[in-house]
């Protein structure tokens, strides 16, 4: 059986791409049988679109460092836009056969786990600079000085977001990512440099369920 720290992407890019293109096509007639919404399911096509793209232009023989710097930023996004998916969706779906997660080309269901819970403490988290458009969040559960995730969690759900004014709830932060280790690096876009984002983090199990929602945290874009 798959364990729960298996990390099942291919890091080879070739490979990559070859996976995303077996993904996609194994999980499109399904994504209303298996409840995976229209959006999330476009994120993943988007981002592996713009990735096999990228991936050509880098292994073009005039390619330079840029292109492969590019095709980096968008295999991560593309990395992040499956393992959301896949660990809210699909790992634990009772819907979907192990035979079906095989075809996909992701972890088996462990029917043997020992049960799991909803998360239960919060997530304290440090956000730094990392470098230009780019936010650095540190991150441990609460009463726990190990960098290693509780036993049953997957991640750490990021809410954060571009806010003229401070938010009152982590639900008015509109943007998601699963951060599966820390620290986590946030990405953000052209012209949004020297605004202030906001940020609160919640556990999540394998299951896809969250738990408390830590404080909002604020800092500016570089």
Known sequence: MASKKEYYLPKKYPLLVAW???FVDKLAPNISKWGVPED????????????NLAQRKAELPNAGKADRIDRNEKANAFRKAVQYVVNAHLRYNKAITNEERIALGIPVMDTTRTPIGIPTT???FI????SFRQIRIDFRSEGNDSKAL???DNGAVIAY??????????KELTRRELATRTPHTLN????????????????????????????IQSIIVP
Do not use: M
């Not at 999330?40 to 679109?49: C, H, L, N, S």
């Not at 977001?161 to 982590?170: A, L, N, R, S, V």
């Not at 876009?189 to 830590?214: C, D, F, L, M």
């Open 150 to 152: 509780p036993y049953g």
């Open 127 to 130: 956000l730094s600079v990392l």
């Open 20 to 22: 995303y293109i077996n």
């Open 188 to 215: 953000f876009e052209e012209g949004e440099s020297g605004k202030k984002a906001y940020v609160s983090i919640a556990r999540q199990n394998e299951k896809g369920q969250t738990g408390p929602w830590s404080p």
């Open 40 to 51: 999330e399911f476009e994120e993943i096509r988007v981002t592996g679109d713009r990735f």
């Open 161 to 170: 977001d571009i806010c003229d004014t401070p938010p009152e709830t982590h």
């Open 122 to 124: 919060i997530i304290l």
